[in-house]
């Protein structure tokens, strides 16, 4: 079968290692080059070469794996295709490769290798000869009986194939006019097998042996063609149509592939898609949605871009959980240890739970409530909603609401937008994985608004158990059962959460904690937690009661215990110092270096070094102020009262209760007032309120200087400290006008005081809000007495006992009773005047 009017390859040829599959004598393959030595080999011989003889180089399969290459040359496979490169592609995505379309011409055995770098050489020896391929005679005898079992297979395999195809066509009358010797490496190229498989078709140097390994290969592809035939007529669409190759091309610079077990592979991933769909208990209305995309997605071809996105959204659909849900544990007796060991006080939030408990026992379809906890920072309103979903046994999730500004957070975004996902209330269903958790919106005071919608009128329909029962997510586009939700939302102040989402939550208030109560929270679960955290035991350190109280009052001022947290982890890291120094020295004295006891205490003596500590080390005031410093918080109430002019006020912040000092002078002047310290317009009201009742009633009280009007030839500059700090609210009324009557009387205000109330024109006291933040302030700051609007005596009630026990109330329903209180000695006047009585 040789012939000398053959094309003969050089004697010489440069090398390409190859994983992608193994080239055969009369095929066309695609390989992709991205190794150094074969992008050299690219550039140096393929793009620089002019004549036919450059693009000839030699194809060799790499058995090794191509994540681990080396700069090493691989041990090379002794035969080889050589091949014609037809054409070269190259591209920098995602980085740099050519892509070679390379035709199979013959196969060579390598004899020996002359070079490796930069690219390999060898010297070859041609196996085959490339002939004009004409018919002839046939070969007798064993040969010839081989070759034609596989030209009969041959024909069979095609005969089984669709014959409207037109490659297919020119396949059948291919076979008819190639040489039965090139039949083997050109349907073996063609037809679905390994690279070990093939590379046993390219090993097989006799031509004999090459049929025997080939006609197996050849068996196998049509026995799977007769199965595939078989389960297709089941279906009467299918019963002409069997397979159809993909489009390739022809010998020898096309390949075929009788490719249907991927298409098997696809149909199989669809029916368990479909017997997922089927097996999610879903509401009727969302499996009639998920049937008709899973319809739409068995007509469509892998290669569209919505084949990945109606795939994605089934999968989200199935795996959300649309009928799993946890048992709730609804003995309350075990509720009610569970939330006293992890939070102390509470005690509002603990029996909001357990009444939820009690009733749930009762009726067991009980939608979830939707509560919102109210509180200064570090009081643990989010720790205490995963403690409640503890103590219910549901699964826990937590949603951050602060900054978010897009509405589609909340609801998704539409399937029609590339990078379309579902919102954060459905994703957190698919990772809980039931549909009745506990969800905490935390911070849902801090919601933003933009161009892309209001995530606080998205919440509306989350947070309403009236239509929550029907929520629809853009990307679901079916509505789904949030009924059985629990949802707790956190604020630091309900100012900014609009009225609408405001009405349709259950607001718990979580006020700030007493000073008894942070000294238990810290003994309890501060400091035992701290000490975990740093590797230490209470039998290294221990911190006295009075010197919680210190850091406490003299280093942290806030309505939580973050800061508490933080000064204890401070003073655990300082004595971590110690006792690591101490372990040090203590390794270092060994026994076995007794005999050098006067060296080593010279040694320590020279370099300073400390001997251990005693244990336990025990935190005293002294070691308290060379550990955190001197003391931040100073109480300089009684200081700054000096003088008249001078008076203490109570605020409510979003942070907790303040004490607030209100100073007040007077000069000459046209009787002017002068107000400073970042006022808002309702606090300038009511300094210009507090001028006008006195001035109107300066007769009375004997605040005239020898005229009518006591700002008659005076100025008056009202100042608020704490100046960066923007003010405003009517509480600072009574305050006001107890600083401008001590400046005017010239009598100094009790020390000890602290007030808070609205007034009226006609000297009335009207009640105000955040009352309990407001008398804990107070408490802090060691006051003694503490006014208040009679009306706000009802507020009292939710102050601990221990906290009223050690604070006198004085209850005022007009100014009279307010500056009586204020002064020692009560605030005279000239004449009894009718007590005007409040009717609001």
Not at 269 to 285: F, Q, R
Not at 385 to 411: K, M, N, P, Y
Not at 449 to 463: C, M, N, T
Request: proline letters at 6%; a neutral charge; glycine letters at 8%.
């Amino acid at each position: 079968m040789s012939s000398n009017s053959g094309i003969q390859i050089p004697s010489r040829l440069p090398l390409l290692c190859t994983h992608d599959g193994v080239l055969l004598p009369g095929s066309t393959m695609r390989i992709s080059v991205d190794t150094a030595r074969n992008m050299q080999l690219v550039k140096s011989r393929l793009l620089k070469g002019t004549s036919l003889k450059s693009t000839i180089i030699g194809v060799i399969p790499n058995t090794r794996d191509p994540e681990h290459d080396s700069e090493e040359l691989p041990s090379l496979h002794s035969i080889g295709t050589a091949g014609l490169a037809v054409q070269v592609v190259g591209s920098n995505w995602p980085k740099p490769h050519y892509t070679l379309l390379i035709t199979g011409l013959c196969r060579f055995r390598v004899t020996q290798l002359l070079r490796e770098r930069p690219f390999p050489v060898a010297e070859v020896e041609q196996l085959d000869k490339l002939e004009q391929y004409t018919e002839g005679d046939q070969a007798d005898g064993e040969l010839g009986e081989l070759s034609q079992r596989f030209y009969q297979a041959a024909v069979q395999l095609v005969g089984m194939l669709d014959m409207s195809v037109p490659v297919v066509a020119k396949l059948r009358r291919l076979l008819d006019s190639l040489p039965r010797e090139t039949l083997p490496d050109v349907l073996a190229s063609m037809i679905r097998t390994s690279n070990k498989e093939k590379l046993q078709v390219l090993d097989a140097v006799d031509l004999e042996e090459r049929f025997k390994k080939a006609l197996p290969l050849l068996t196998r592809q049509i026995e799977g063609l007769k199965l595939l035939q078989k389960t297709r007529k089941l279906r009467p669409d299918d019963d002409k149509r069997v397979l159809a190759i993909r489009k390739g091309g022809v010998f020898p610079g096309r390949q075929f592939s009788l490719d249907e077990e991927a298409e098997d592979e696809d149909g199989d991933d669809t029916a368990m898609l479909e017997k997922k769909v089927k097996a999610a208990a879903m509401p009727e209305a969302a499996l009639r949605v998920c049937l008709k995309e899973l319809k739409r997605l068995k007509k469509m071809p892998q290669s569209m871009p919505e084949y990945a996105l109606t795939r994605n959204y089934l999968e989200m659909m199935v795996e959300l959980p649309w009928s799993k849900s946890t048992t709730d544990c609804l003995d309350i007796r075990a509720a009610r240890v569970l939330l006293d060991n992890d939070h102390y006080a509470m005690e509002k939030l603990k029996r909001r739970v357990l009444e939820y408990l009690a009733v749930r026992q009762l009726k067991s379809t009980l939608k979830g409530p939707i509560l919102c906890f109210v509180g200064p920072p570090g009081v643990g309103k989010t720790s205490v909603g995963r403690s409640i979903a503890r103590t219910l046994g549901r699964e826990f999730h937590r949603i951050a609401l602060g900054g978010v500004c897009d509405q589609s957070d909340i609801r998704g975004h539409r399937r029609t937008y590339v990078g379309s996902m579902p919102g954060r209330i459905i994703n957190g269903l698919k990772t809980v994985g039931v549909n009745n958790p506990v969800f905490l919106l935390d911070e849902v005071d801090k919601l933003g608004k933009s161009l892309q919608g209001d995530p606080a009128a998205a919440l509306l329909e989350v947070l309403d158990p009236e239509q929550n029962h029907n929520f629809t997510d853009h990307y679901l586009n079916v509505p789904f059962d949030l009924s059985q939700v629990l949802f707790i939302a956190t604020a630091n102040t309900t100012a900014t959460i609009p009225p609408a989402l405001l009405d349709r939550m259950e607001v718990l208030q979580v006020p700030g904690y007493t000073q008894e109560e942070k000294v238990e929270i810290a003994h309890r679960h501060l400091i035992p937690h701290q000490l975990e955290q740093h590797g230490l035991t209470p039998q290294q350190l221990q911190i006295p009661q009075d010197t919680t109280k210190d850091i406490i009052s003299k280093y942290t001022r806030e309505a939580g215990v973050r800061s508490l947290e933080r000064k204890i982890g401070a003073i655990c890291r300082a004595v971590a110092v110690k006792v690591a120094e101490g372990h040090k020295v203590s390794r270092a004295e060994s026994p076995t270096e007794q005999h050098a006891g006067q060296n080593t205490e010279n040694k320590e003596e020279d370099s300073g070094i400390a001997a251990p500590p005693e244990m336990p080390i025990v935190i005293d005031h002294i070691a308290l102020k060379d550990i955190l410093g001197p003391p931040i918080f100073e109480m300089e109430v009684s200081e700054r009262l000096t003088l008249p002019g001078v008076a203490i006020g109570l605020a409510w912040t979003p942070m907790g209760g303040e004490i607030m000092f209100v100073e007040a002078s007077r000069m000459e002047g046209e009787g002017q007032l002068t107000l400073t310290g970042q006022l808002g317009d309702v606090m300038k009201e009511s300094a210009h309120l507090a001028i006008s009742w006195l001035r109107s009633n300066a007769k009375t009280y004997l605040l005239t200087n020898g005229s009518a009007d006591p700002l008659e030839g005076t100025d008056i500059h009202l100042h608020f400290p704490a100046g960066a700090v923007t003010k405003d609210g009517p509480s600072a009324g009574v305050t006001i006008v107890t600083c401008l009557a001590s400046l005017l009387s010239g009598r100094l205000v009790r020390s000890d005081v602290a007030m808070t109330g609205e007034i009226t024109l006609r000297g009335l006291v009207l009640p105000v809000g955040g009352i309990k933040d407001k008398v804990l302030a107070a408490h802090r700051a060691n006051l003694k007495r503490v006014i208040i609007p009679k009306r706000n005596e009802k507020d009292l009630e939710e102050i601990p006992a221990h906290v009223r026990a050690g604070l006198d109330f004085v209850f005022a329903s007009t100014l009279d009773e307010v500056l009586n209180a204020a002064f020692d000695g009560g605030f005279p006047i000239t004449v009894s005047r009718p007590q005007v009585v409040s009717k609001l």
